[in-house]
């Protein structure tokens, strides 16, 4: 039987991420056609088992989210102050991410809903992200330019509505996420690199180095990052040579102009596709989601360009940046709300480790 938001006053959507290295479960609650509210949410980031390797070993992942999830959930519905019969549809990330998390979180809802005979509803990871700033104070409303940021995916998507994508352009190799955690590496910083990135260039020249900005001279709104990474790569080693020392073995002084320059590089390539695809889409308004979105450089850029050319910015609140159960049961609420997805009693499951987001795309 399915469940469909016209059925009852109001629904509780109890969502699970599980996609990488955060194990995340929250309740959300939809009133009629307002925005579904987040009653409550715990999120558990694996970064500390992870540091150890320098980055995610999928099988400690997996491993660790069979530890988090069913405590997290009892949590969540403690501080919500209700019972597992109190939730009325269960939900899940189905993709994209690592195979065996996604399995674990997929396993668990459905094994859950089954227990408590209430439908599941698979949830895109990416449209969690797209969809998170509507849990801030400053929600955006649709038609909307979407820059999606994250270790993975970096992506400009024209979003009509719920389940309305339009694919602007991607990048063709690196994503952002991934050429600041791989200059972290080369820099000898800790895990997440990103962070650890962001936080030297504070202490760095943005203008030290001139690094390339790939694609920007072409029309179209793809991004590629593999270039820039060689040539910080190449500048490095320079340096590392000139002074005799390995990479790591450089100045604090040098890292971070290293450091600035690259996120200079990468912010600047965002900040000028994501106003060239508002531009090229006749619309004022921009939501930026993902990891990546919570770079404070990248806002205060964005906030400036938008501001400048009269355009609205969004973002999730900082904590929401990083990957949630909120934002899953976000989704899924409003995706029921939309119309556009019910909840199914079939607890048959499978994941989708690869899965565009425009694929979702309904007529």
């Excluded at 352009?169 to 955690?181: L, N, Q, S, V, Y």
């Excluded at 000028?272 to 921009?286: D, P, V």
């Amino acid at each position: 039987m399915a469940y469909t938001v016209s059925m009852v006053a109001g629904l509780r959507v109890l969502g699970f991420e599980s996609s990488c290295d955060e194990t995340g479960v929250a309740l959300v609650e939809t009133r009629g056609q307002a925005l579904p509210v987040l009653r409550s949410q715990a999120l558990f980031s694996q970064i500390d088992m992870h540091q150890a390797y320098g980055g995610v070993v999928p099988e400690l992942a997996s491993r660790d989210h069979i530890r988090r999830l069913l405590p997290l959930g009892r949590r969540v519905l403690a501080e919500a102050r209700l019972g597992l019969n109190d939730v009325d549809v269960v939900a899940f990330t189905q993709g994209p991410g690592l195979a065996g998390a996604l399995l674990v979180g997929a396993g668990v809802a459905c094994a859950l809903a089954a227990a408590i005979d209430r439908p599941v509803l698979g949830v895109h990871h990416l449209e969690g992200h797209l969809l998170s700033p509507f849990l801030s104070a400053d929600p955006p409303e649709f038609p909307f330019v979407a820059l999606l940021v994250s270790g993975g995916h970096t992506q400009l998507m024209q979003v009509h509505g719920v389940g309305r994508y339009t694919l602007l352009g991607e990048t063709i190799d690196d994503a952002a996420g991934e050429a600041f955690d791989k200059t972290a590496k080369l820099l000898g910083l800790g895990y997440p690199g990103g962070p650890a990135l962001a936080a030297l260039a504070l202490q760095g020249d943005p203008t030290a180095y001139r690094l390339p900005r790939p694609l920007l001279t072409q029309d179209n709104l793809d991004f590629s990052f593999a270039g820039l990474k060689t040539a910080v790569m190449v500048q490095a080693r320079r340096l590392a040579e000139s002074r005799g020392v390995p990479i790591h073995g450089l100045a604090l002084s040098e890292r971070a102009d290293l450091a600035a320059s690259t996120q200079e590089a990468i912010v600047d390539v965002l900040v000028r596709r994501a106003m060239a695809a508002l531009a090229r889409c006749g619309l004022r308004r921009l939501v930026v989601a993902g990891g990546v979105g919570a770079n404070r450089q990248l806002r205060a850029r964005l906030d400036q360009a938008c501001a400048s050319a009269g355009f609205r910015v969004h973002y999730p609140e900082l904590a929401l940046c990083t990957d949630n159960g909120a934002m899953i049961a976000m989704a899924a609420a409003m995706r029921l709300q939309a119309g556009c997805q019910q909840a199914q009693r079939v607890y048959r499951f499978d994941v989708r480790p690869r899965w565009p987001l425009d694929a979702l795309t309904i007529s």
